[in-house]
C-alpha cells in the first residue's frame, strides 16, 4: 500500500508543479485544471529521454526531481487561486482517488492490475524491468512507446517502490487527473454537481474497465484527448492562457499534451489530437464567416497562426528523437494481428459502452451474458443516447464546437478501426471516446442553464401552449431532472460495478518465469505455487501467460511437494517449477537451472510425446488459463 501511493503521490506532485510551471511560462498566471494532465505529459518524455542513461533509471529520477524543484522556483509568488482551487477540487480528487482504489480494497491487496482480464501488464513489467536494468526488450526494439514504462522505472527509483505498485500509482495518478481536468469547465457548478460531472467524467465506465486492466496507454490516451479538447475549449474563448503578453506561446500547452501523447501512445495518439483540433478550426472560420464575415475570418486565421506554428514546431523539435522508433512502431503487431484480431476481447465490443451505461462488471460480455437481462442493456443505451443528444444540443446551442469536434473525431477513428482495422484496435477507440462522450452528457445535464432561456420558454410556451413544442418547453425543467438523474445513478453504477470487479494479481514481479520459457517448449511442464497464490491471487492466470508458448498444468504446493520426501510425479510431466526449494519434488527429477525465485527441475529419462497439459496459446489472451 505504501509503496501504490507513494507512487501516486510522486507522479501526481511532479505533473502538478511542472505542468503549473508550463502555463506560467506561456503566460498564465491563475492556477490551470489542465496543469496535472500537462505536467504529466511532460514529464513522460523527460523519463522517456534520460531512463537509458547510465544509473539503470536513476538519471529520470534525478532529472524528474531537478524540473520539479526548478518548476517551484519558478512558481513561487507567481501563481494566484491555488487555495479556492484547493476548495474546489479537494472533493473530486478524494473521489477519484477512492474510486480508483476500489479494485484493491475489494480484494485487500496492491498487486498486478488485471491479471485473469488482461494479461498484457506482463509484458509491461518485462519491458520495464529490462529498463531499469539497461536493457533491450521486444518492445523497445519494436518501437512501442515506453514513455509511462519509464516514468514507473523513475518512480520506482525515487520512492523504492517496486515495479508493481509504481505503475499501480501510474494508475491512480491518470484517474486524477483525467478528473481534475474538466472543472476546468465545471467551475460554476454547485459542489455536488461539479464532484458527480468531475467523476463521471474521470472514470465513465469503459475508462474503468481499462483501469482495472492495469491498462494504462488507453487511459493515458484518453486523459490528453479530454485536456486537449477542454484546452481547444478554452483556447478558443481566450482563457487557456488569458492576458498572456507572450501570445506567440498560448498554445504550447497543446503541444505538451501532444508530445505526451507521442511519447505514451506513439504516432497513432496523433490522429485524435490532430483530427480534433482540425476539424474545431474549420468550425471555428466557418462560423466566422457566416455570422460576420470572410474578413473577420482572415483575422482570425493571421491572429491563430503564429501562436499554432510555435505549437507545432514545439511539438516537432521534442518528438522528433522519437521518430524513427514510430515508424518502426507501424509494423507493431497490434496493427496487423494474426485471426479475427481480438486480443484479449471475446468479440467486438458496442461503441454504445462509450456513453457509461452498461451493466456489466465485464465490459468484454455481450447483452445477457450477465446477470442482467439483455433488455437492461438496451435501456441503458437508450438512456445514454439521450443524454448525448441533449448534451449535443445544448453545446451547439452555446457556439461550443471544441469537444463535440473532438467526439466527431473519436467517432470518425473508431469507424475506421471497426471497418478498415481490427475489434482490438475498435475497442482502444471507444475507450478513448468515452470520456468525451460522458462531459457532453454530464455537463449539459448538471448544469443550471437551461437547453432554452426560461424567457424564450415563456414566449415559446405562450404561442404554442397547446402544441407539443409547447408542452415540451413547459416540462422542460423536470424532463431534465429525470433524465439527469436517471443517467448519472445508471452511469456511476457501471462504473462502480467495473471497478469492484477489477482483479488483482500478485504483489510482486520477477522475469524469471520469462526466461525459463525458452526451456520449456518441450513435453509438459507443472508449476507449483503457494495455495494463497493460486486461490487470491488470480495465480494461474498469471503463471500460465508467463511461460505460454509451452504446455502448462498448475497446482497448489501440497502434501510432499511443500516440503515433504519426494513422491511420484503425475503422469507425462517432463519439467517442474518450483519456489526456492531445495529438494526434488518428485522422485527421477534433477535441478537443471535456478532463476531468481524459482527452479526448474527436469525428469530423468524424460517422458515422450506432449504430456498431459494444455498448450498456452501465446494468442489467447482474453482467457490463457483456459478455465
Avoid at 538519471?59 to 476548495?87: E, K, M, Q, T, Y
Wanted: charged share 15%; net charge positive.
Amino acid at each position: 500500500m505504501l509503496g501504490t501511493y507513494a507512487s501516486f503521490a510522486a507522479i501526481l506532485i511532479a505533473s502538478v508543479c511542472v505542468g503549473q510551471a508550463v502555463f506560467r511560462a506561456c503566460g498564465r498566471r491563475k492556477w490551470s485544471w489542465l496543469s496535472p494532465a500537462v505536467g504529466l505529459a511532460v514529464t513522460t518524455s523527460v523519463a522517456w529521454g534520460t531512463v537509458r542513461l547510465p544509473g539503470d533509471g536513476t538519471a529520470a529520477a534525478i532529472a524528474i526531481g531537478v524540473l520539479v524543484v526548478a518548476s517551484l522556483a519558478f512558481l513561487f509568488g507567481r501563481v494566484a487561486g491555488l487555495r479556492p482551487a484547493v476548495a474546489v477540487g479537494l472533493p473530486p480528487f478524494i473521489g477519484a482517488v477512492i474510486a480508483a482504489s476500489l479494485p484493491f480494497i475489494v480484494e485487500r491487496r496492491f498487486g498486478i492490475l488485471g491479471t485473469g482480464l488482461n494479461p498484457d501488464m506482463s509484458q509491461h513489467l518485462f519491458a520495464a524491468n529490462r529498463l531499469a536494468h539497461g536493457e533491450g526488450s521486444r518492445l523497445l526494439t519494436q518501437g512501442y512507446p515506453l514513455g509511462p514504462h519509464s516514468l514507473v522505472v523513475a518512480t520506482s527509483k525515487a520512492t523504492g517502490a517496486s515495479l508493481v505498485h509504481a505503475f499501480d500509482g501510474l494508475t491512480l495518478a491518470i484517474a486524477a487527473c483525467a478528473t481534475l481536468a474538466p472543472l476546468a469547465l465545471l467551475e460554476r457548478f454547485v459542489p455536488w454537481r461539479r464532484t458527480a460531472a468531475a467523476l463521471l467524467v474521470g472514470v465513465p465506465y469503459l475508462v474503468a474497465s481499462y483501469l482495472i486492466q492495469g491498462a494504462f496507454k488507453e487511459t493515458m490516451e484518453a486523459l490528453w484527448v479530454l485536456a486537449f479538447a477542454i484546452g481547444l475549449h478554452e483556447l478558443s474563448r481566450s482563457t487557456l492562457v488569458p492576458g498572456a503578453r507572450r501570445g506567440p506561446l498560448v498554445a504550447v500547452p497543446l503541444a505538451a499534451l501532444a508530445i505526451g501523447s507521442i511519447y505514451s501512445y506513439s504516432f497513432p495518439g496523433l490522429l485524435w489530437l490532430a483530427g480534433a483540433a482540425g476539424l474545431w478550426a474549420v468550425v471555428e472560420i466557418a462560423m466566422k464567416v457566416r455570422r460576420r464575415s470572410r474578413s473577420a475570418a482572415r483575422a482570425l486565421v493571421r491572429k491563430a497562426a503564429l501562436p499554432a506554428v510555435v505549437a507545432v514546431g514545439v511539438l516537432v523539435v521534442v518528438a522528433a528523437p522519437e521518430s524513427g522508433r514510430m515508424v518502426n512502431f507501424a509494423s507493431f503487431e497490434t496493427f496487423n494481428p494474426p485471426g479475427a484480431g481480438l486480443g484479449n476481447l471475446f468479440n467486438p465490443i458496442s461503441p454504445l459502452e462509450a456513453l457509461g451505461i452498461w451493466p456489466s462488471g465485464d465490459f468484454r460480455l455481450d447483452p445477457g451474458d450477465g446477470a442482467i437481462p439483455a433488455f437492461g442493456y438496451y435501456l441503458g443505451e437508450l438512456l445514454g443516447l439521450a443524454a448525448l443528444a441533449y448534451g449535443l444540443v445544448w453545446w451547439l446551442r452555446r457556439s461550443e464546437w471544441a469537444v463535440p469536434s473532438a467526439l466527431a473525431v473519436a467517432v470518425v477513428l473508431y469507424a475506421y478501426a471497426h471497418f478498415a482495422g481490427t475489434p482490438y484496435q475498435a475497442a482502444k477507440a471507444t475507450v478513448i471516446a468515452a470520456p468525451l462522450a460522458m462531459l457532453i452528457a454530464a455537463r449539459a445535464l448538471l448544469s443550471p442553464e437551461q437547453l432554452v432561456e426560461l424567457g424564450a420558454i415563456r414566449g415559446a410556451v405562450g404561442r404554442t401552449r397547446t402544441g407539443p413544442s409547447g408542452v415540451l418547453l413547459r416540462w422542460q425543467l423536470p424532463l431534465k431532472a429525470v433524465l439527469a438523474t436517471l443517467f448519472c445513478v445508471a452511469a456511476a453504477a457501471c462504473s462502480v460495478l467495473a471497478l469492484v470487479n477489477g482483479p488483482v494479481g500478485p504483489s510482486t514481479y520477477t522475469p524469471a518465469l520469462t526466461e525459463l520459457r525458452p526451456e520449456l517448449r518441450s513435453g509438459s511442464t507443472l508449476v507449483l505455487i503457494p495455495d494463497q497464490v493460486l486461490s487470491d491471487e488470480h495465480g494461474r492466470d498469471y503463471v500460465v501467460w508467463e511461460l505460454r508458448g509451452g504446455r502448462v498444468c498448475v497446482r497448489a504446493e501440497t502434501g510432499a511437494t511443500a516440503g515433504g520426501g519426494p513422491t511420484q510425479a503425475p503422469f507425462g510431466i517432463t519439467h517442474v517449477v518450483t519456489g526456492n526449494q531445495e529438494r526434488p519434488p518428485y522422485t527421477d527429477f534433477r535441478l537443471e537451472r535456478q532463476g531468481g525465485p524459482y527452479r526448474l527441475w527436469v525428469r530423468n529419462p524424460a517422458p515422450k510425446g506432449e504430456g498431459p497439459c494444455p498448450l498456452i496459446a501465446p494468442g489467447a489472451r482474453a482467457n490463457p488459463a483456459g478455465d
